[in-house]
C-alpha cells in the first residue's frame, strides 16, 4: 500500500498569540502547539506515523504564517526513504511567510536508505519584510550501522521562485560526485542551513550574519568542510559536509543559535522534542 498524506499549516498572531490551526488528510499530524519561549512563538512537532516512505508514497505538506505571528516547525526524529521497487518517494513541502512575519522550519535529517528512488522538494515564498530560518541535513545509508548507500538516487530541490535555485541529483553508482576530492569526498552527510528575507538585508546586517556564521564554524570540527556564502541581497548559506548526521546537525544547530541572537535578539534554545 502507498500512502499520499497532505497537512496544511496556519498560523495567525491573535491578541498577542502566535496560533496555529491545521487540516490533514492520511497519515500526516501535528502535535500540541508548545509555548516554551511564550506567546510570541508558537512551536510545533509534524508527525509521519508510517516513520518512513516507500516507492509511491507522497507528503505534501504546506505551511503559511500570516502578518507578525511567528511558527517553528521541527520533527521528533528522521525521515526515512526506504528501499523502492522503481517508483520514487516524494516530500514535497511548501512554505509561505506573509509580511513581518518569521518562520522556522527545522525538521531532522532525511536518511536514504540504499536502494531509495527518493526526492526532496522545498519551495518558500517571503513577502517584503518576512524572514525565515531553515535547514535541510541529508545521510546517504547508514555507515555506522554498516548500510551504505550502493544502490538507488536521491533528488534534492530547494527553491525561492525568481530569488534562490538549488537542484541536484546523487546517483549511487556515481563513484566520482561521491568519492572524489572535487565531490562529496567520501564524506555521506549532507547539510544546509539558510536565512531568507524577503527584502533586501542591508549590507553591514548581511556581513555580520556571515561574520557570526564563520566564528561557529572556526570552533567546530567540522571547519575545513564548511563554508558561509551569501547568494545574494536576500539568501545567506552555511554548507557542510560530514562523515555522519550528528556533527553536521550539530553544526547546523549553533548557527541557528547565533542567527536567532543576531537577527531577532532570540536565545537559541532547541526544540525539547530534541532532547527526548
Known sequence: MTWHARLQLDY??????????????????ILQSLYPEGDAVCHNVLVHPPGGLVGGDTLDITAAVAPGAHGL??????????????????QRTQLSVAEDARLEWLPLEAICYNACQAENR?????????ELIGWDVTALGLPGANLPFETGRFQQHIEIPG??????????????????????????CMASIFFVAGSALERHRRQAALDVAREVIDAHALAATAGATSVNSQVIVVRALAPLVEPAMDLMKRV?????????QLPGANPRIWSM
Open 12 to 29: 495567525s498572531l491573535e491578541a498577542g498569540r502566535t496560533v496555529a490551526r491545521h487540516r490533514h488528510d492520511g497519515p500526516l499530524r
Open 73 to 90: 516547525i521541527t520533527t521528533p526524529g528522521a525521515t526515512r526513504f526506504y528501499r523502492s521497487a522503481g517508483e520514487p518517494a516524494l
Open 122 to 130: 522545498l519551495t518558500m515564498a517571503l513577502a517584503p519584510g518576512a
Open 163 to 188: 530569488l534562490w535555485l538549488e537542484r541536484g541529483r546523487i546517483d549511487a553508482c556515481d563513484q566520482r560526485l561521491l568519492d572524489s576530492p572535487l565531490g562529496l569526498a567520501g564524506q555521506r
Open 256 to 264: 541557528r543559535a547565533a542567527w536567532r541572537g543576531h537577527f531577532w
